[in-house]
């Protein structure tokens, strides 16, 4: 009998086997395929090997502006993979050697949770394992959605998801993206710097999801100027062998594609997991959680994707955490408010908290600040011609910081600051008070504090 059975080895299995184990707990591990789950295996890290890569090739590209010449520049793909591998495998060696540290039992096979009995029974490979509280942290799939020919181009190996493109020996002359959110357009500029031509299919107006609408069409003009294709308000009405057929309203179109990387979101791994077994609430597929990870039945919690509430690999660390501070008796809940994105591109873009759009439709009264990154010393000297811009949004009844948005420079390495102001109810002018290293670009922080 486990004090705690972890199923699935993600950002938030493993990091709350990992805290658990540390706290004394007996702890139990079921991972189906490799710890670190999709964020380290197939997402966040393999996907930043290739973006890094991408800039030093498009950097050396660029040099000229800044009086660097390179001859020949070329992007060797197969290094790019090797590469991502090594770097993959010493990290997964690394999440595994933690866990033993800790002392947490880590099984490889996938998990179904059975019933009760002393505790909840949880099978695999054949074994049952007893817990006295499970943590549901199985992650999300690829949403795949009803498209005619989808299912057999994914057979085929004609469409691929972001597990499979991460290992392909080649580069695709003609790729089509299905989807314009941040791993789409991040695998976008991946490919158009090693080569292919990139055509991204999305179907609202704007690239980025919900991330702010002016920064959407700085990324998007950007990107474009890589010679990425952006049809946008446009839906895949049909998939066959080397064409994808779109649908607007200008009535229907054929697009030749080599392959075409399915990116049209994700969604909650619930299937199969047996919670019906046990009476655990879902809403859509995903788990049902409080501000404190719990689900209705006592004993059982769940973190990361598998909640739907944020998917990201830095929100399941910290629910995570919460799971495992209440399960230890200690008051902790989960905040929100202040959950920053980033999309790696070049440029990076990166925001938390509300837009000035989310604010008001929530009807917030709120200002909006923005300045352009060259008010930074250190962008101006780094980016001949950015167009990079941060923007504030402050709530207006309490004069405090409730959103922050930027593009340009190192934006994913300096939203967290903004992150802090906003979970902390900072005012603007507060801002003045903190002393920022110069020349940084990170200094556009404090400069919103001394305009008037």
């Known amino acids: 009998m486990y004090d705690l059975i972890v199923i699935g080895g993600g950002p938030a299995g493993y990091r709350a086997a990992e805290t658990a184990g540390g706290e004394g707990l007996d702890t139990l591990l079921i991972e189906k395929k490799e710890v670190g789950g999709v964020c380290l295996n197939e997402g966040c890290i393999p996907t930043k090997t290739f973006l890094y890569s991408a800039k030093l090739k498009d950097g050396a590209l660029r040099g000229e502006k800044y009086g660097v010449r390179a001859q020949s520049v070329t992007l060797d793909h197969k290094t790019v993979v090797a590469r991502k591998n090594k770097v993959v495998s010493a990290l997964v060696s690394g999440v595994r050697a933690r866990l033993k540290n800790s002392g947490v039992t880590v099984v490889s096979g996938e998990a179904c949770v059975a019933g009760r009995s002393e505790g909840f029974d949880v099978k695999c490979g054949g074994e049952t394992y007893g817990g006295k509280r499970l943590l549901i942290a199985t992650g999300s799939v690829p949403a795949v959605p009803p498209v005619p020919g989808l299912i057999k181009a994914l057979e085929s190996g004609f469409a691929v998801t972001n597990r499979e493109i991460l290992d392909l020996e080649t580069v695709p002359e003609k790729l089509a993206i299905v989807g314009g959110g941040a791993i789409g357009i991040e695998m976008a500029d991946y490919f158009a710097s090693a080569g292919s031509e990139v055509t991204v299919i999305e179907m609202l107006e704007r690239?980025?999801?919900?991330?702010?609408?002016?920064?959407?069409?700085?990324?998007?003009?950007?990107?474009?100027?890589?010679?990425?294709?952006?049809?946008?308000?446009?839906?895949?009405?049909?998939?066959?062998?080397?064409?994808?057929?779109?649908?607007?309203?200008?009535?229907?179109?054929?697009?030749?594609?080599?392959?075409?990387?399915?990116?049209?979101?994700?969604?909650?791994?619930?299937?199969?997991?047996?919670?019906?077994?046990?009476?655990?609430?879902?809403?859509?597929?995903?788990?049902?959680?409080?501000?404190?990870?719990?689900?209705?039945?006592?004993?059982?919690?769940?973190?990361?994707?598998?909640?739907?509430?944020?998917m990201l690999a830095h929100t399941a660390y910290r629910e995570a955490e919460v799971a495992v501070n209440t399960m230890l008796g200690r008051r902790d809940f989960m905040s929100y408010r202040a959950i920053p994105w980033v999309i790696y591109t070049a440029p990076e873009a990166a925001g938390a908290g509300e837009t000035e759009e989310s604010a008001r439709q929530k009807g917030l009264g709120v200002s909006v600040r923005k300045l352009g990154m060259r008010f930074s010393g250190r962008y101006a000297a780094e980016n001949e011609g950015g167009d990079g811009i941060a923007k504030m949004v402050i709530d207006n009844k309490y004069g405090r910081i409730i959103g922050f948005h930027m593009i340009g420079g190192a934006a994913s390495e300096m939203i967290c600051a903004a992150c802090m102001m906003i979970e902390r109810e900072t005012a603007p002018e507060q801002v003045k008070k903190y002393v920022f290293p110069h020349p940084t670009a990170s200094e556009i922080i404090k400069e919103f504090s001394l305009q008037k």
């Open 207 to 310: 690239i980025g999801g919900g991330i702010d609408a002016e920064i959407a069409a700085i990324l998007k003009r950007s990107l474009e100027k890589k010679g990425i294709r952006f049809l946008l308000g446009c839906r895949v009405g049909e998939l066959k062998e080397g064409s994808v057929f779109v649908e607007d309203n200008a009535g229907r179109r054929e697009i030749k594609a080599d392959l075409v990387l399915l990116s049209a979101g994700r969604k909650p791994s619930t299937d199969g997991l047996g919670l019906e077994n046990i009476g655990v609430a879902l809403e859509g597929g995903a788990v049902v959680t409080d501000e404190r990870m719990r689900t209705n039945v006592p004993g059982v919690f769940a973190a990361g994707d598998v909640n739907g509430k944020s």
